[in-house]
């Protein structure tokens, strides 16, 4: 009987399965193969995008291709970075001799063409004058037209002339009172308003030496100096002949005006010895030095170039050179009594160069000429002779400041830019108080003085307050007076800065009194209201723009603001300047970074002296720092990174781009007085002594700019 039910087995060892479950445990196996195929192409493209969106992204908007523009114009990329870095990023730039220039003609390019288009603002009838102005200084028919006869009439308000007829022997103290209330010259002395050298540093009349025309005899070879003297008589005869003189009299009263200078010459006392024998200024009462120079009438002179401010016997002013004055005035008595004539021929010969600006094409050629020779003879650069519209830019600028600093920034320095600059400035402040809590040569309390003195320190971004403000700019400038002649509106000018600039001194304020006028490009530290000033005419493309990558502006502008800072510990690096530091670590770092910049060679086979650079040179590699700390952190806390199009650096390569852009300038354009090192040494020199830089741009061990040893310092 068979069973009541049937029972599967299980196949016996070694039979195959039936055909449909072979054909299904391929299919799983296939199928799990796809899906881990697609899980896996899935992932790699979100993480492509996630790493396309965190990477730096090609920054497109029109300010960054203005900028790439510049760059394009300037580098010479066929030139190898790890070696030649400055011909990388500056190899073809032409025309102006540094980018600083640069940008400060594009400024004034930017106020000309304001001052050209004045139905473009809303104008009160004092600012019109600013416009009408312009006008007049660029009118050279007129100008040409009038000739030397607005000069002649000046010199006969000053008692005539002896070489040119109608001299009239004035007192020496009127026609001296006159010069310098009336006519802004000051032929023995400079009397001007500046900080009192103590707390609370309010302005205070300082009298110092004057500006000559010529350089100081000190500073010459005897050979050289000759020559000079020589150019010099030939422009001084010029002058005379064009005012009409007689040219044998002309030739005398030039040659004893040159005398006069030359003996004046003898009293100066250079800077550095004053400041060594301690003697850079002493306080007296107009009284106290009526006694010491008792041929100047110094309360007279005093009280009619600073109206409207009341003047005593007994007011305090700041004398820079005491010896000096004393010599001058005996000098100007015997003059006095023997050559009064001659006395006057000195001081109508320097106003007329001081005058230049404002008179025919004649005068100022003469006085381009003599700017030349005198450069050739000293071998400073040559300057090229400015175009009349930014002449007339600068004088307008110079006497309407409140109205065209408050249209510059209207047209170039928003709310938004400020704002900007403030937080890079921010970011700059917070880099260099972490690396002071590291200098291994600063003792501790020199180091906490320090990051107080940074954290108290104020800053001033863009313009004064007022000049954000167009109602608070407005002038009315009742006491500028165009006309009849261009020569009389410029004086009228002169009278009305001073004006103005005494006027303020008298009013108390708290703010600080800027030194520049916002299109300027030259930032600067007042040590008396521990400020630091970045005007607004600095922080414009190429150097600055909010919508730029981060890396250009902190690899630019945030490296000139970590060089501002570290001005103000210059006195640190000084000998003496830090007793309680480390000064043998200081020393050697000092030794370390003058045989750094020792080991490139300058172009042409240049020489330079080192020592005379080495404070700026510790500068420059210290704001480097700086700026790329304050970089690395931004970049480690924001997201969003740009960089340039089509320029093939990274953001970190860009950084130090930036920075060698600023650099920018003609090789053969230094000038020997210039406290900074040549252009090609301030990008090599900081650059070699970060490592980063070598990282980011692959140099191999040993290449000119990844030395085997760098130095610290800041």
Not at 184 to 212: C, K, S, W
Not at 427 to 447: G, M, N, Q, S
Not at 555 to 578: K, V
Request: proline fraction near 7%; glycine fraction near 6%; hydrophobic fraction near 40%.
């Amino acid at each position: 009987m068979g069973t009541l039910w049937s029972q599967e087995r299980p196949p016996e060892e070694g039979q195959q399965p039936p055909e449909p479950s072979r054909w299904w445990t391929a299919a799983r196996r296939l199928l799990t193969a796809v899906l881990l195929l697609g899980l896996f192409l899935g992932s790699s493209v979100l993480l492509v995008y996630i790493l396309r969106s965190c990477g730096p992204r090609p920054c497109e908007v029109p300010a960054c291709w203005h900028l790439l523009d510049h760059y394009l114009a300037s580098g010479n990329s066929s030139a190898a970075p790890c070696t030649d870095f400055f011909s990388f990023a500056c190899g073809k730039a032409e025309g102006a001799s540094s980018s600083f220039q640069a940008l400060a003609e594009e400024n004034k390019s930017r106020l000309r063409g304001i001052l050209e288009a004045p139905g473009s603002w809303h104008l009160g009838f004092g600012e019109e004058k600013a416009f009408q102005f312009y006008n007049s200084c660029m009118d050279t028919g007129a100008i040409e037209a009038a000739g030397a006869g607005p000069l002649r009439q000046v010199i006969e308000e000053l008692g005539g002339w002896p070489i040119s007829g109608n001299w009239t022997s004035l007192d020496f103290n009127r026609t001296l009172r006159l010069l310098m209330s009336q006519y802004g010259h000051f032929p023995f002395f400079r009397a001007y308003l500046g900080p009192h050298p103590t707390p609370p540093h309010m302005p205070v009349i300082q009298i110092d030496q004057p500006e000559f025309d010529i350089p100081l005899k000190q500073e010459q070879e005897q050979k050289t100096y000759a020559q000079i003297l020589r150019e010099y008589l030939t422009y001084l005869n010029q002058l005379g002949i064009l005012l009409g003189g007689d040219p044998s009299k002309v030739q005398e009263h030039a040659y004893l005006s040159i005398s006069i200078t030359s003996r004046l010459f003898r009293f100066l006392r250079p800077l550095g010895q004053q400041r060594a024998q301690g003697h850079l200024f002493q306080i007296v009462t107009i009284d106290q030095l009526q006694e010491v120079a008792p041929a100047i009438d110094w309360f007279s002179c005093l009280q009619a170039t600073f109206t409207p401010m009341s003047l005593s016997s007994s007011q305090a002013v700041v004398v820079h050179d005491l010896d000096y004055l004393k010599n001058m005035s005996q000098l100007v008595e015997e003059e006095a009594l023997r050559h009064r004539d001659f006395l006057q021929s000195h001081m109508i010969f320097g106003l007329v160069g001081t005058l230049s600006p404002a008179l025919d094409s004649e005068f100022q050629e003469a006085r381009q000429e003599l700017i030349r020779q005198l450069r050739k003879l000293t071998e400073r650069p040559p300057t090229p002779t400015p175009p009349r519209w930014m002449t007339c830019v600068e004088e307008t600028g110079a006497f309407f400041e409140p109205t065209l600093a408050a249209l510059f920034i209207h047209e170039a320095f928003s709310l938004s830019t400020q704002s900007a600059a403030m937080d890079l400035f921010a970011a700059i402040k917070d880099a260099f108080v972490a690396r002071l809590r590291r200098l291994p040569w600063l003792d501790e309390e020199t180091r906490r003085k320090a990051q107080d003195r940074v954290t108290q320190l104020q800053v001033k971004m863009g313009a004064p307050e007022w000049a954000m403000e167009p109602a608070l700019a407005r002038q009315e400038y009742d006491d500028v007076h165009l006309g009849p002649s261009f020569l009389q509106s410029f004086l009228s000018g002169v009278r009305s800065r001073r004006a103005r600039t005494v006027q303020r001194s008298l009013q108390p304020s708290a703010q600080h009194r800027w030194q520049v006028p916002p299109w300027e490009v030259r930032a600067y530290y007042s040590d008396s209201d521990h400020v630091v000033v970045f005007p607004a005419g600095l922080l414009q493309p190429p150097f600055f723009h909010p919508a730029y990558p981060r890396a250009v502006n902190f690899g630019a502008a945030g490296s000139i603001m970590a060089h501002e800072l570290l001005h103000i510990f210059h006195q640190l690096l000084r000998p003496g300047g830090c007793p309680a530091c480390d000064t043998r670590a200081l020393q050697g770092a000092l030794l370390c970074l003058e045989h750094l910049y020792a080991a490139f060679s300058l172009h042409g086979g240049a020489s330079f002296n080192g020592s005379h650079t080495l404070l700026e040179n510790t500068a420059d590699v210290g704001a480097l720092a700086i700026a790329l700390q304050a970089y690395n952190r931004r970049l480690l806390w924001h997201r969003g990174e740009t960089t340039m199009p089509n320029l093939g650096l990274s953001p970190q390569q860009l950084f130090f781009r930036s920075y060698a852009q600023v650099m920018c300038r003609e090789l053969s354009a230094q000038d020997s007085q210039d406290t900074h090192s040549p252009p090609a040494l301030r990008v090599h020199g900081p650059l070699s002594n970060t490592p980063a830089f070598a990282r980011h741009f692959h140099c191999s061990h040993g290449a000119l700019l990844n030395p085997s040893r760098r130095c610290q310092l800041w």
